[in-house]
Structure formats: C-alpha cells, structure tokens
C-alpha cells in the first residue's frame, strides 16, 4: 500500500528552526509537496522537490532523497504565525496525491 | 483575485436530506477535485475532473457525485447524507493535473445528524 509518515505534532521555540520529517511509500513518484495549513483554514502551496536536494525559499527550505523515500521541511527564525500543520503528499505515478495526516507545529514564545 | 470559492462554508443537515457543496474557480483551471479531511487522517480525495465533462473517482466516492458542466464549477452532492459523512471538505483546483501547486477553497464543514 502507499503510505506518507510525518510526526504528529511538534513544538518549538520563537526565533529557533525546527526540521519536519516526512518519509514515503508510494506506487512511482512525481514529486514531493509541503502545503501549510493554519487552523480551520484551507491548505497552502509551500513548496515542490521532484529532484533530490535542498530547495530554499526564505526561511523555509525543503530536502529530498528519493534513494530514502524521505524529505524534510525547514523552518528558520521561527515567528508565532508559524503555528500551523504541515501536510506532506506525494504524487504518485498516477498523478494522484498520496497525502500524510500532517505534522501541528506549536510555537512557544 | 484569483480563487477558488466554495460554499457554503458551515452546514448542519439532517440524515437523507440531499444537499450540494458548491466549488467554483477564476483562475481557468483544467483540473479539480475534492477531498476531506478528518482527524488523524490525510486529505482523502473524493472525485476529481481534468476537463469539461470529464469527471473520475477518487479514494472514497461512495455516497457522493459530481460534475462538471462547465470549466470554473464543480459541485459535490450528498444525495442522502449520513452521519459518517460528517467531515471538513475543500474543493481544489489546479492548471493541470501534473502542476506542482493546487489552489485550495476555504472549506466546507459538514455535520449530518
């Protein structure tokens, strides 16, 4: 079966960095998607690897290895409107999404 | 703006009454689907359509339709709701079905009773 791990809940500390694994198992693979989501809201774009690296976009920058089946997102300088989940998904050979259940970042001041 | 809008946004119902969850985009997106989200689970998707009167099932269809009459619309009926559809529900769309970024609506929460 596919399946996408991701911790469920973390906390960290204002100004600190805080790293958010993801490992995967999937039928092919497309690329790998961060979306953050806040509170009763909808999912949004983060960021997109389909190459093995490190992709940065400000403070948040996103690894993969294919060869591991494992990304992780990095969050630096972290600030209180950071508090969210963080959804992990895989696109499969299918062009499906394969979706983790998400990681609930708390930021503590 | 470019969006994706879907309504409404809270809705309790009772068990059996057919209700409709409106999705609708401006962006002149190809592809969209709908999925829900409970907790401790990923977004499941529900049906999603790549074009124009080309709709498909997703993971969990059952208990659900759509169409897709028009490229910017896409809604999602309950013709007989039950309580284990009680579940938060976003709409998304996308230029293709291989694009990196899904737009995402602001979410449906349902509560059948």
């Known amino acids: 079966g596919q399946n996408i791990d991701q911790p469920t809940e973390m906390t960290a500390t204002e100004g600190a960095i805080v790293q958010i694994n993801c490992t995967y198992q999937?039928?092919?693979?497309?690329?790998l998607f961060w979306y953050q989501q806040h509170a009763g809201e909808a999912p949004t774009f983060l960021s997109y690897n389909v190459l093995d690296g490190l992709e940065e976009k400000g403070r948040f920058s996103s690894f993969l290895s294919r060869s591991k089946g494992y990304s992780y997102l990095l969050l630096k300088e972290l600030q209180m409107k950071d508090s969210a989940s963080y959804l992990c998904?895989?696109?499969?050979?299918?062009?499906?999404?394969?979706w983790g259940a998400g990681t609930k970042l708390i930021i503590k001041p | 703006e470019a969006q994706v809008t879907q309504n409404p946004r809270y809705l309790i119902t009772v068990t059996g009454k057919k209700l409709t969850v409106t999705c609708s985009q401006n962006?002149?997106?190809?592809?969209m689907s709908w999925y829900r989200q409970d907790p401790g689970l990923g977004l499941r998707q529900i049906y999603y359509s790549m074009n124009v009167e080309v709709t498909d099932k997703g993971d969990v269809p059952e208990g659900y339709k759509v169409s897709r009459k028009e490229k910017r619309n896409f809604p999602l009926i309950l013709e007989s709701p039950s309580p284990n559809q009680t579940s938060l529900y976003f709409c998304?769309?996308?230029?293709?079905?291989?694009?990196?970024?899904?737009?995402f609506g602001q979410g449906t929460r349902l509560t059948v009773v």
């Open positions: 998304a769309s996308s230029l293709d079905r291989e694009n990196t970024e899904a737009f």
């Open positions: 962006m002149n997106h190809e592809y």
């Open positions: 999937t039928s092919g693979f497309n690329g």
């Open positions: 998904a895989v696109m499969d050979s299918n062009y499906q999404l394969i």
